[in-house]
C-alpha cells in the first residue's frame, strides 16, 4: 500500500522559500570552503543578548513567571510601551490600545489575517523587505508592488501612489527607515501618503522597526506626525 501524499493548501503553494535564508546558507556554505565572505544577507546581530536583558530572564524563569500570560500583553509591558511612546515621540495611546506580540513578522501575519482577504490591493513601495509579500498572499489579498527610484532618493511621490492604486487598495505598507535600503520617506512623501489614505480610507501598516536607527541631526518624520487624524 502506497504511503499517502500530503497536500499543501493552496495558498501555501503559492509561498516561496525566503530569499533571505537562501542567501545566508549560500554564503555559510561558501565560507565552510574556505572562502572569504562578507555576509550581509540575515540582519543578526553580533553582539550577545545583553547582561541585564539575560538577568531579567533568568530571574523570572526562577520565581515561577512562565505560566499563560494576558493575550495582549501583561498590564505591566503594554503600561510601558505606552509610557515610552509618549516619552520619545509624543504620541498618546492607552495600553488597552497596544498590542503585544512574538516579534514583527509575527505582528505583521496577525495584522494581515485581521485585515485581509479576497479582492484587496496593499501597496508595497519597491525595494521591500522580503516578508511583505508573502505576509500579503497568505491572507488572501495581493501585493501591489510600487517601484522606487534611487534618483528619487527611493522615496515616495503621489503621482507614484494614484498610479499603482485602484479601487481595490486596502492599504499600504511603510517601512522607514527601509529595509533594504535605509532610505527614510520624506515629510513631503507622508502627507501624499496621507491625503490619499484618508480621501481613500486606506489603512496605513507603519513598520517601524529601524526607527532608532537613524544618522544625523534631522527628526525622523512620521506617518503619525503629518495628520493627527491618523492617530
Same mark, same amino acid.
Not at 510601558?80 to 514583527?104: F, M, N, T
Not at 515616495?156 to 505598507?173: F, N, S
Not at 496621507?194 to 506617518?223: E, F, Q
Given at each position: 500500500?502506497?504511503?499517502?501524499?500530503?497536500?499543501?493548501?493552496?495558498?501555501? +503553494?503559492?509561498? +516561496?522559500?525566503?530569499?533571505?535564508?537562501? %542567501?545566508?546558507? =549560500?554564503? =555559510?556554505?561558501?565560507?565552510?570552503?574556505?572562502?572569504?565572505?562578507?555576509?550581509?544577507?540575515?540582519?543578526?546581530?553580533?553582539?550577545?543578548?545583553?547582561?541585564?536583558?539575560?538577568?531579567?530572564?533568568?530571574?523570572?524563569?526562577?520565581? #515561577?513567571?512562565?505560566?499563560?500570560?494576558?493575550?495582549?500583553?501583561?498590564?505591566? &509591558?503594554?503600561?510601558?510601551?505606552?509610557?515610552?511612546?509618549?516619552?520619545?515621540?509624543?504620541?498618546?495611546?492607552?495600553?488597552?490600545? !497596544?498590542? %503585544?506580540?512574538?516579534?514583527? +513578522?509575527?505582528?505583521?501575519?496577525?495584522?494581515?489575517?485581521? *485585515?485581509?482577504?479576497?479582492?484587496?490591493?496593499? &501597496?508595497?513601495?519597491?525595494?521591500?523587505?522580503?516578508?511583505?509579500?508573502?505576509? %500579503?498572499? &497568505?491572507?488572501?489579498?495581493?501585493?501591489?508592488?510600487?517601484?522606487?527610484?534611487?534618483?528619487?532618493?527611493?522615496?515616495?511621490?503621489?503621482?507614484?501612489?494614484?498610479?499603482?492604486?485602484?479601487?481595490?487598495? +486596502?492599504?499600504?505598507?511603510?517601512?522607514?527607515?527601509?529595509?533594504?535600503?535605509?532610505?527614510?520617506?520624506? /515629510?513631503? /512623501?507622508?502627507?501624499?501618503?496621507?491625503?490619499? /489614505?484618508?480621501?481613500?480610507?486606506? *489603512? !496605513?501598516?507603519?513598520?517601524?522597526?529601524?526607527?532608532?536607527?537613524?544618522?544625523?541631526? #534631522?527628526?525622523?518624520?512620521? !506617518? &503619525?506626525?503629518?495628520?493627527?487624524? *491618523?492617530?
Amino acid at each position: 500500500m502506497e504511503a499517502e501524499i500530503i497536500t499543501l493548501a493552496a495558498r501555501v +503553494k503559492q509561498i +516561496k522559500p525566503s530569499p533571505t535564508l537562501a %542567501v545566508n546558507a =549560500k554564503a =555559510k556554505a561558501l565560507k565552510a570552503a574556505g572562502a572569504d565572505i562578507l555576509n550581509f544577507s540575515v540582519g543578526e546581530p553580533d553582539f550577545d543578548t545583553p547582561p541585564h536583558v539575560r538577568e531579567a530572564g533568568k530571574k523570572a524563569i526562577d520565581e #515561577g513567571f512562565t505560566r499563560y500570560t494576558a493575550v495582549p500583553g501583561i498590564p505591566e &509591558l503594554r503600561e510601558a510601551i505606552a509610557s515610552r511612546l509618549a516619552q520619545d515621540k509624543g504620541w498618546s495611546y492607552e495600553p488597552d490600545q !497596544i498590542q %503585544v506580540c512574538c516579534g514583527g +513578522k509575527h505582528g505583521l501575519y496577525n495584522m494581515a489575517q485581521a *485585515l485581509f482577504g479576497p479582492g484587496d490591493e496593499v &501597496l508595497i513601495p519597491t525595494p521591500y523587505w522580503v516578508s511583505y509579500p508573502p505576509i %500579503v498572499l &497568505l491572507a488572501g489579498a495581493t501585493p501591489v508592488k510600487v517601484p522606487l527610484s534611487e534618483a528619487n532618493d527611493f522615496d515616495l511621490t503621489e503621482e507614484l501612489l494614484t498610479r499603482y492604486a485602484t479601487p481595490k487598495t +486596502k492599504a499600504i505598507i511603510l517601512n522607514s527607515p527601509s529595509n533594504p535600503t535605509g532610505a527614510v520617506f520624506s /515629510a513631503k /512623501a507622508l502627507e501624499a501618503v496621507a491625503k490619499l /489614505a484618508l480621501a481613500n480610507k486606506w *489603512l !496605513i501598516i507603519s513598520d517601524d522597526i529601524y526607527d532608532t536607527i537613524v544618522y544625523g541631526d #534631522g527628526k525622523l518624520p512620521h !506617518i &503619525l506626525d503629518v495628520d493627527k487624524r *491618523l492617530a
